[in-house]
């Protein structure tokens, strides 16, 4: 089977700290990291290829850096590594992303499955990968937490809902984004590691695609943010005081206050 | 917007490298912003002069006014699952009903299901003008095929300039789908919604609920959000409202290319986080799988449900649907009880919208007391016991 997997960049927010005072990440000198999601779509693009052969390629979309994750993406094991990344592309949204990825995967063409992480942990949107699947023209499966089957031609995977589980048959080519239950993301191999370093990784730029410039970057992006405000700051914080019990006895209180209990 | 300003920036560079974006360049000697400003802030603190600063000025946009004003009217998808509405969709048309009375326009909703003749007349008392209902044994489960096909078809039909629906499982999976199709924008998981004239300003958290972001779609159609529970009220309905309820057509010839065979409930009642009340969580500090058993019947005097971090997810204590935080799930509930929980930043920006917090911790430095409006420093398992005791007495 052909699987494709889309990754992206995001900062690494593990060791981020608080600034007390103004209540903002500070994020100065922050790592970046493949994202968490995709790193569990990487997984599980290598072991379908180890269950029923195949080849694994990963695309990721960003500026000329994201080639680390994409280094990072072939010494877990994936084959061939792509970067779409342009100027062009900037200021995409998820709709503009999403177009400009599925052309390069109409490029690339030949595939059976696309896996995608549910969501980046930067903008928390989950849909580049619905949206990519409709301009592919293929189903899709959002929130799987595991695939029960995998044989030529036909899939069972369980889809995370709020309260349980769906199962679902679907066959390929079908796009899935995946949670973080379906797997362990394996370590790099260290072999891999060396080889990665020497990858000469193709850079497609927008001439490379079969592209509508209306489409793409911030032109093809509907949406726009208009600004950006801090949070409104919560209610006062209040301390407890006196032994155990009595804080226990003031929370009480409070909380029957505001209505709660 | 970040912007810089060029009469104090000295060219010196340093901004660059703080940016996990490469969104910074020199341009003539001074550093610019580019369009791959993801408005991170990272760059603001980075700046020994203070060149770099934070703006609210709007970008400029145009709107091609005389095709956009055909689309009229909010739209609301009602979902149901099993026969059963949502309260997100109730809460939806609480404020759907704002927003059509704010832009004298009409209020829909729009129902898909098998069986759901009763479901489409409630949708009437909680304040819809019109119900569009598309009803067909075909369509009792949910698929993004199905779905996707009628939902896309009568958008394109009736143009509606709004479409609100909830960031639920089945929301964040078939309506970006739509959007996409109809190639449109959407907002995903907004916490506030508003006006500028006809345009929508989307509110929606930002890095993890750090940042606040406007987000507007001012040249397409309809202007798409999914909205979080919990974040509107749901109106109190009134069983004399009338509206017009139309019988959506269903194509027998949807081509579906998934097919559920089978959903598979969780065990544990207490699993629903997106959609309680009073959430307790549990963390590492519990120590072990069976201490979750104190926080279930904490939860159960509040009705609430059961969270936990991720330290206790992966420790194998509690399943994954529990987790919440970044790779979790993200709660706001009216009440929210960190037990032995530390309050990784990965924590924190999964809950820290709750209304209130109570933190239960050991360590007296513990980040989550940073986030609570109450915090009790001591031993969970003589805190909770303790608790649950007052809590019976003073309900009698």
């Keep these: 089977m052909n699987i494709i997997v889309c990754i992206k960049q995001v900062p690494d927010t593990s060791e981020v700290k608080i600034n007390p005072e103004t209540n903002t990440l500070i994020r100065e000198g922050m790592p970046s990291i493949i994202n968490p999601f995709d790193m569990h779509a990487i997984e599980e693009g290598i072991r379908i290829k180890e269950k029923v052969g195949g080849k694994v390629t990963a695309l990721s979309m960003g500026p000329p850096q994201a080639m680390e994750a994409l280094r990072e993406a072939f010494s877990m094991g994936v084959d061939e590594v792509f970067l779409i990344s342009d100027r062009a592309f900037a200021g995409s949204d998820t709709l503009a992303t999403s177009y400009t990825l599925s052309k390069a995967i109409e490029k690339l063409g030949g595939y059976d499955i696309i896996l995608c992480g549910k969501q980046a942990i930067d903008g928390d949107t989950a849909q580049v990968g619905p949206e990519l699947a409709e301009h592919l023209g293929i189903p899709f499966v959002t929130s799987v937490k595991k695939i029960d089957e995998i044989k030529e031609g036909y899939l069972r995977v369980h889809r995370m809902m709020e309260d349980g589980y769906d199962v679902i048959e679907t066959r390929p080519p079908v796009l899935l984004t995946v949670v973080k239950e379906i797997n362990e993301p394996r370590p790099p191999s260290l072999k891999r590691k060396m080889q990665a370093k020497n990858l000469q990784i193709p850079v497609w730029k927008k001439e490379d695609l079969n592209i509508d410039e209306e489409r793409i970057g911030l032109k093809g992006s509907p949406t726009q943010v208009l600004r950006i405000f801090p949070p409104a700051t919560k209610g006062e914080r209040k301390i407890l005081q006196g032994n155990l019990e009595e804080q226990v006895d003031r929370l009480v209180k409070e909380l029957k206050g505001l209505g709660i209990v | ?244 309820i139309i019988k959506v057509l269903v194509p027998d010839n949807i081509p579906l290319r998934t097919k559920t065979l089978e959903f598979v409930k969780d065990l544990t009642s ?114 909770l016991p303790l608790l649950i005791k007052k809590i019976k007495e003073v309900r009698g």
Excluded at chain 2, 115 to 120: L, Q, S, V
């Design chain 2, 1 to 244: 917007m970040i912007r810089v300003k060029k009469e104090i920036c000295t060219g010196c560079e340093v901004c660059i490298s703080s940016c996990p974006y490469s969104a910074i360049e020199m341009v003539e000697g001074k550093a610019f912003i580019t369009e791959i400003c993801n408005l991170c802030r990272a760059c603001l603190s980075s700046c020994p002069e203070g060149a770099i600063i934070e703006t609210e000025e709007s970008p400029e946009f145009r709107v091609q006014s005389s095709e956009l004003s055909q689309y009229r009217g909010v739209w609301v998808f009602a979902e149901q699952r099993r026969g059963k509405l949502q309260d997100i969709s109730l809460e939806l048309l609480g404020e759907g009903r704002r927003l059509a009375d704010t832009l004298s326009t009409e209020l829909s909703a729009v129902i898909i299901g098998s069986n759901i003749k009763k479901e489409a007349e409630t949708l009437i008392d909680y304040g819809a003008d019109k119900v569009f209902v598309a009803d067909d044994p075909s369509l009792s489960d949910f698929h993004d095929d199905s779905y996707g096909h009628i939902l896309s078809e009568l958008i394109e039909k009736e143009k509606p300039e709004i479409l609100l629906s909830g960031a639920t499982s089945i929301g964040r999976s078939f309506i970006p789908k739509v959007a996409a199709r109809l190639k449109t924008g959407l907002t995903a998981d907004c916490t506030g919604l508003d006006f500028d004239g006809r345009i929508l300003h989307q509110i929606r958290p930002a890095f993890g609920g750090n940042i606040m972001a406007v987000v507007i779609c001012p040249n397409r159609r309809p202007q798409m959000a999914t909205v979080r529970p919990k974040v509107f009220k749901k109106p109190v309905p009134e069983k004399s409202r009338k509206g017009k």
């Design chain 2, 270 to 383: 207490t699993v629903n986080i997106s959609e309680a009340d009073v959430i307790i969580a549990g963390g590492r500090g519990l120590g072990e799988a069976r201490n979750f058993r104190l926080l279930e019947e904490l939860a159960e005097v509040f009705g609430g449900a059961i969270g936990a971090s991720r330290a206790a997810v992966d420790a194998g204590w509690i399943s994954y649907p529990h987790q919440i935080g970044q790779t979790g799930r993200t709660v706001s509930p009216k009440l929210y009880i960190a037990c032995g929980i530390s309050g990784a930043v990965q924590h924190l920006v999964g809950m820290q919208s709750s209304d209130i917090i109570v933190a239960i911790n050991k360590d007296p430095d513990a980040p989550i007391f940073k986030v609570a409006t109450y915090g009790i420093v001591g031993d969970i398992f003589e805190i």
